[in-house]
């Protein structure tokens, strides 16, 4: 489009004009056809011999990704318990990617008559060196089961990371996602359970929480103490609301047995009124301070 435009101007000047700037046209035109190639981005292909899919887990998270040295591109599927999928994109050496840059899923470049189903993803987030996103990430995923490829673009790359040798590591994957327990460790780490003035007994919610809690605990074998702390607001008297704390951590300890667990990685202690969390002058504060503190400890 440049190249035409300057062609159609030139056609109007005068031929003694065009002689004695001639070779300065010619020059701006060179120079102007050079900047506007450098400004693309050139496609590069992940080369089908050294493409490699790979599957990681831990207890409660499975990855699926790709590493390109020649670009230094990494791409990571990530699904954490109970979270969204999440896909992850870093580069080597780069303390900082654009947010410019998308995600996409591509047709193989070489062209086929299989029709493909295929996901762009524009908005991107900035976590450290990387960029991660979890909107449209099983998309992604699913496109790249049916042999779409995986392309990171912006102004300056963009990286297309076939599929090849992709199934045995999806089918890992797969395994994993739908064997993940009902909760992660960072949710499950420190958790509340709140009770009305004087209860006792649990709610549906508050076991079904110690259900999933249960569940983690007994794949994680990092996992090696329970601290189960009971509390109270300051309403009444202080050694009956003592008595209440220890009841209240016993409850939950007891569920937590019946769920499996080992009586001797729990440790229950209860506080009563003493270490007020919230504000007992306020009635949202008393409400708050009327809890059961469930925390897991790793190894």
Known sequence: MNKYFWASASSDISSAFRRRFGKVLGACLISWGVMSTSALAQRYIVPFDSVEWRFTESVDMCELNSFDPHTGFSVQFILLAASPMKVRVEKRGVRSLPTSTSFNTTEPVWGTSQSYTTTTIERVNKQGAALVTDDGATLMLDDMASGAWFNVNAMDFDVYFPTTNFKPALEQFNECRYGLPPVNFQHARRVELRFQQGAVDLT????????????????????????????????????????????????????????????????????????????????????????????????
């Open 204 to 299: 549906e919610g508050q076991k079904r929480t110690i259900n999933d809690i249960s569940t983690l605990v007994k794949r994680d074998s990092r996992i090696i103490k329970i601290l189960i702390d009971g509390y109270t607001d300051n309403s009444g008297d202080s050694v009956a609301n003592l008595q209440l704390s220890k009841q209240r951590g016993s409850d939950v300890a007891q569920w937590f047995m019946g769920n499996g667990v080992s009586k001797q990685m729990i440790e229950i202690r209860g506080h009563g009124d003493r270490y007020p969390k919230y504000d007992n002058t306020t009635q949202q504060g008393r409400d708050k301070n009327r809890r059961v503190e469930i925390r897991l400890v790793r190894k």
